[in-house]
């Protein structure tokens, strides 16, 4: 089994930075393609970024240019360095992985076998 412990987050004013960290334990050493989602409130949850474990990345539209995946895969961690926050940005952002080595762009959400618990992202002044 696998679990993914995210940290990071907080209060920004817009403009801010902010980096979130998902550490992978367990069986984590087949780690595949891994991503950052979040989900605002009444909204459905969205990719931000994906990263595949040979490095192909993929960003939503709204993230690109701001945001920033890269992954440790010696270490099975993923990070989401996030630039010139803006108030839409708020969400609580949540990790996925998958043992599944494909491209981030070609993997919907309910491939993702583990999930972490969540780290809330608020933007504001």
């Known amino acids: 089994q696998v679990q993914l412990v995210e940290s990071g987050g907080g209060l920004v004013q817009p403009g801010g930075s902010l980096s979130l960290s998902c550490a992978a334990s367990?069986?984590?050493?087949?780690?595949?393609?891994m991503a950052w989602y979040r989900q605002a409130p009444g909204k459905t949850r969205e990719m931000v970024a994906g990263?595949?474990?040979?490095?192909?990345?993929d960003y939503a539209d709204s993230v690109k240019g701001r945001f920033t995946i890269s992954r440790d895969n010696a270490k099975n961690t993923i990070y989401l360095q996030m630039n010139s926050l803006k108030p839409e940005d708020t969400a609580v952002y949540y990790c996925?992985?998958?043992?599944?080595?494909?491209?981030?762009?070609?993997?919907?959400?309910?491939?993702?076998?583990?999930w972490g618990q969540g780290t809330q992202v608020t933007v504001s002044s």
């Open positions: 990263i595949s474990s040979g490095g192909t990345i």
């Open positions: 996925a992985g998958s043992h599944r080595r494909l491209s981030p762009s070609r993997t919907p959400q309910s491939v993702y076998e583990y």
């Open positions: 367990g069986s984590a050493s087949s780690m595949g393609v």
